[in-house]
C-alpha cells in the first residue's frame, strides 16, 4: 500500500456474539483502529446483529434496519445481500474482510460487478463437508477473492489445492493476554473446558473420564452455552447426575468473565473433534495453564507443543487421554513447568503480531 491516508477498511461479520470468530474480529477490528489515518467500518449483517465485545466508538457501525425473519429466510437472505451490496458502495472502502464460511458466499455475491478488493476468511476445520449447493457457491466465488485466509497451515495446504490460482495465506489467530503474562496458582484442583456445549466438543466423553479418574478434591468446570438447538445442557446434566458428580462438575452456562475461570484453573481440557482453531486452548495457554487435547484435524497442534506444555492425545484414544489427564493432575510440578511453557509459546500470537499479518496480506495484496 503506497498511501495510508484515510484508507477505509470494511469488516463484515454476521454478528459479535460470545464466540472465537467474532473475537477475532474484534480484535483485529480494535487492532486496525490503532492505526493513523485508518478508517474502520464494521457490517453486522446476520440474524441477531448481537455486540458481545467491547469496541472502539471511532469504529462506525452499521446493521440492517429490517429484522430477519426465518420463516421467510429466501426473501429475508436477497434482502441482505442487497443490503450489503447498497451499504458497502456508501462506505466506498478501500478493502474488505470477511469472516464465515458459508457468510463469504453471501458477501462475495453481494459484491459481483463491483471493484472492490474481498477477502475471505474461512473458521472452520478444513475440507469440512458442506452443504452442496453452499459447496457450489464457495468453489465458484472463492475464485473472484482477492485472497483467502486460513487458520493453520494444514488448511493452507487444502484450500491451494482446492483452489490454485488463489493467494492463500496461513494467519493463526490473536491470543488475548488474559493475566499480564503469569502463571495461574496451579494447585486448585481445578479442571477447566471451554466451548459451546454442542455434540463435536464431547463434553460428555470429558465428563466421564473424570468422573472414572474420581481423584479427592479435583473439580471438573464447564464454561459455555447451548448452540445449534442441540440442548447440550440438558443433555450434560443429566449424565451428571447419572454419574452422580454433581458435587464435583459445574456448567456455568455462557459467562462474560471466563478471564476468571482461567486464572483459578490448574489444567485446561479439550476434547474437540472438530476445529480451524482453537481460541481458547491459547486463552488457556495465556493463564498459564498445561493444556490436553486431542489432535484432531486443524488447531491444537498449532499451539501445543506435545510433552512441553501439554498433551495431544490421538482422536478419540480415551485412554491415553485419561492417563494424560490423571499425571497432570497427581503433578503439581509438571503443571507449573508446563504452565510456563505454555506462557512463552502463546508469545508467538499476541494482537499485534497477528493483527498485523492481517494489515500486510490484505493491503500489500489489494
Given amino acids: 500500500m503506497n498511501n495510508l491516508n484515510n484508507e477505509k477498511i470494511c469488516l463484515l461479520i454476521p454478528s459479535l456474539g460470545p464466540g472465537g470468530m467474532e473475537r477475532v474480529m474484534s480484535e483485529l477490528a480494535c487492532y486496525f483502529d490503532k492505526k493513523e489515518n485508518i478508517e474502520i467500518h464494521l457490517i453486522l449483517y446476520g440474524r441477531s446483529r448481537r455486540i458481545f465485545y467491547s469496541l472502539p466508538s471511532s469504529i462506525h457501525i452499521h446493521k440492517p434496519k429490517f429484522t430477519f425473519n426465518n420463516k421467510k429466510r429466501t426473501f429475508h437472505t436477497l434482502k441482505t445481500l442487497f443490503y450489503l451490496r447498497r451499504q458497502i458502495v456508501s462506505i466506498d472502502p478501500d478493502v474488505i474482510l470477511s469472516f464465515g464460511e458459508d457468510w463469504n458466499n453471501l458477501v462475495l455475491l453481494s459484491n459481483l460487478g463491483l471493484n472492490y478488493p474481498i477477502y475471505v476468511s474461512d473458521r472452520a476445520q478444513p475440507g469440512l463437508k458442506r452443504k452442496k449447493f453452499q459447496e457450489l457457491l464457495r468453489n465458484l466465488l472463492y475464485r473472484k477473492a482477492s485472497g483467502i485466509i486460513i487458520q493453520t497451515d494444514i488448511a493452507k495446504k487444502i484450500y491451494k489445492e482446492k483452489f490454485p490460482s488463489q493467494d492463500v495465506a496461513s494467519i493463526n489467530n490473536p491470543i488475548r493476554d488474559i493475566q499480564g503474562n503469569k502463571i495461574s496458582d496451579v494447585s486448585n484442583k481445578t479442571i477447566l473446558s471451554v466451548g459451546r ?5 464431547h463434553f460428555d466423553l470429558l465428563i466421564k473420564m473424570f468422573a472414572e479418574i474420581d481423584l479427592p478434591g479435583w473439580k471438573l468446570i464447564i464454561v459455555g452455552g447451548d448452540s445449534q438447538k442441540q440442548k447440550g445442557a ?5 449424565l451428571i447426575s447419572e454419574l452422580n458428580i454433581e458435587n464435583k462438575v459445574t456448567l456455568t452456562g455462557t459467562v462474560s468473565n471466563v478471564e476468571d475461570y482461567y486464572k483459578k484453573s490448574s489444567i485446561f481440557a479439550f476434547t474437540s473433534s472438530s476445529e480451524g482453531f482453537p481460541n481458547v486452548i491459547g486463552e488457556a495457554m495465556s493463564a498459564g495453564l498445561p493444556v490436553i487435547a486431542f489432535d484432531c484435524v486443524a488447531g491444537p497442534a498449532e499451539l501445543i507443543d506435545d510433552g512441553e506444555n501439554g498433551y495431544l492425545v490421538p482422536l478419540f484414544e480415551m485412554d491415553m487421554y485419561k492417563e494424560k489427564l490423571e499425571k497432570l493432575m497427581n503433578n503439581k510440578e509438571l503443571r507449573l513447568k508446563m ?23 490484505i493491503f500489500e495484496e489489494g
Fill in 339 to 361: 504452565g510456563k511453557n505454555s506462557l512463552a509459546k502463546v508469545n508467538e500470537f499476541s494482537t499485534d503480531k497477528i493483527g498485523e499479518q492481517y494489515f500486510k496480506f
Fill in 197 to 201: 456445549l454442542i455434540e463435536t466438543k
Fill in 234 to 238: 440438558k443433555r450434560l446434566k443429566n
